[in-house]
């Protein structure tokens, strides 16, 4: 289902993209580039890029980057170039994101942006046994806790935080959508998804909350609104067992008893049968169910795919 682009009275004239070369980025900048500038920013290259998207191939952390700032005025900033690799060292993923993340701020200031989205996750509040239904946006963020991989996904959510609280002259959204699947999607989810007989916790079937990649890139451009900011969770169609997902799918799980999975996932994961990590069993286990109704509310958010077609999108 192909979307309209997003438009709206006051759109921005220039939106930067920093990690505008991945899937999710290229969906975004599509989205974006018949309704304003796109300025892309990546250390990789851009392969196919469209003629009227300018693209800077830097690291964010490096000087050159400051270029795409230098070249034009940008109006706008949406950030996504967040890396996501468990196999990646974790020193090397904390000095990209965070220090990347902090870098790219900076400039925002330096160049008077006036609006910064920067991409989170509801990942950054952890499934837990002892989580309610419909976490709304104030809930401690946990997710860190437990998953490795999820914490400088925190810290970046949380110095954004302070970032729009010390600089309330720059529009400052934080987007947590919830679990991201698709076509071109390659995170934990999907994969996991996309396994054949996937393990499962027995005993346990949580409620999942999926949202199409399509339906994440209307979102990051309707939260360039001019007046909206602040931290917003973006749900998708609704909430689902995990055993109805893979029912629709088609796929044959296999139930491990609670002690023995965590272990088993270990082993598969070091020895590379697998893409899901074991830091993800939380997922398939407890519940982080949240609430988007803000979201919905103060940007007329609605998601455009339905639950079926957001399930069966990562076929």
């Given at each position: 289902m192909p979307a309209d682009p997003v438009t709206f009275p006051g759109m921005?004239?220039?939106?930067?993209?920093?990690?505008?070369?991945?899937?999710?980025?290229?969906?975004?900048?599509?989205?974006?580039?018949?309704?304003?500038?796109?300025?892309?920013l990546d250390r990789r290259a851009f392969p196919g890029k469209p003629k009227d998207i300018e693209h800077h191939q830097a690291d964010l952390r490096k000087?050159?980057?400051?270029?795409?700032?230098?070249?034009?005025?940008?109006d706008a900033v949406i950030h996504m170039g967040i890396m996501h690799d468990p196999r990646m060292p974790f020193s090397e993923a904390h000095s990209f994101n965070v220090v990347g993340t902090q870098r790219l701020l900076e400039l925002c200031v330096r160049h008077r942006v006036k609006k910064v989205v920067v991409l989170s996750s509801a990942n950054v509040y952890g499934p837990r046994p002892q989580n309610s239904n419909f976490l709304p946006e104030e809930t401690p963020l946990m997710g860190a806790d437990r998953a490795?991989?999820?914490?400088?996904?925190?810290?970046?959510?949380?110095?954004?935080?302070?970032?729009?609280?010390?600089?309330?002259?720059?529009?400052t959204v934080i987007v947590r959508p919830v679990n991201i699947v698709g076509p071109?999607?390659?995170?934990?989810?999907?994969?996991?998804?996309?396994?054949?007989s996937p393990l499962t916790v027995m005993g346990f079937d949580p409620m999942l909350q999926l949202i199409h990649e399509?339906?994440?890139?209307?979102?990051?451009?309707?939260?360039?609104?001019?007046?909206l900011?602040?931290?917003?969770?973006?749900?998708?169609?609704?909430?689902?067992?995990?055993?109805?997902?893979?029912?629709?799918?088609?796929?044959?799980?296999?139930?491990?008893?609670?002690?023995?999975?965590?272990?088993?996932v270990r082993r598969l994961f070091d020895a590379r049968l697998t893409s899901f990590p074991p830091d993800e069993v939380d997922h398939i286990q407890y519940l982080c169910v949240v609430d988007g109704s803000r979201f919905a509310r103060e940007a007329g958010w609605a998601p455009r795919f339905?639950?079926?077609?957001t399930i069966r999108s990562v076929l």
């Amino acid at each position: 289902m192909p979307a309209d682009p997003v438009t709206f009275p006051g759109m921005p004239r220039t939106v930067l993209v920093t990690g505008i070369s991945g899937n999710l980025g290229r969906a975004v900048a599509k989205h974006l580039h018949t309704e304003a500038q796109v300025v892309g920013l990546d250390r990789r290259a851009f392969p196919g890029k469209p003629k009227d998207i300018e693209h800077h191939q830097a690291d964010l952390r490096k000087a050159r980057a400051e270029d795409a700032f230098r070249r034009r005025r940008v109006d706008a900033v949406i950030h996504m170039g967040i890396m996501h690799d468990p196999r990646m060292p974790f020193s090397e993923a904390h000095s990209f994101n965070v220090v990347g993340t902090q870098r790219l701020l900076e400039l925002c200031v330096r160049h008077r942006v006036k609006k910064v989205v920067v991409l989170s996750s509801a990942n950054v509040y952890g499934p837990r046994p002892q989580n309610s239904n419909f976490l709304p946006e104030e809930t401690p963020l946990m997710g860190a806790d437990r998953a490795s991989d999820v914490r400088d996904l925190v810290e970046v959510d949380m110095y954004a935080q302070s970032f729009m609280w010390r600089h309330p002259e720059l529009e400052t959204v934080i987007v947590r959508p919830v679990n991201i699947v698709g076509p071109t999607v390659r995170n934990a989810p999907s994969n996991y998804l996309r396994l054949e007989s996937p393990l499962t916790v027995m005993g346990f079937d949580p409620m999942l909350q999926l949202i199409h990649e399509e339906d994440v890139c209307r979102a990051l451009v309707l939260a360039l609104r001019p007046g909206l900011r602040g931290v917003f969770n973006v749900s998708g169609p609704g909430e689902v067992p995990l055993s109805a997902v893979l029912r629709e799918l088609g796929r044959g799980p296999v139930p491990v008893p609670h002690p023995l999975i965590r272990p088993l996932v270990r082993r598969l994961f070091d020895a590379r049968l697998t893409s899901f990590p074991p830091d993800e069993v939380d997922h398939i286990q407890y519940l982080c169910v949240v609430d988007g109704s803000r979201f919905a509310r103060e940007a007329g958010w609605a998601p455009r795919f339905s639950m079926r077609e957001t399930i069966r999108s990562v076929l």
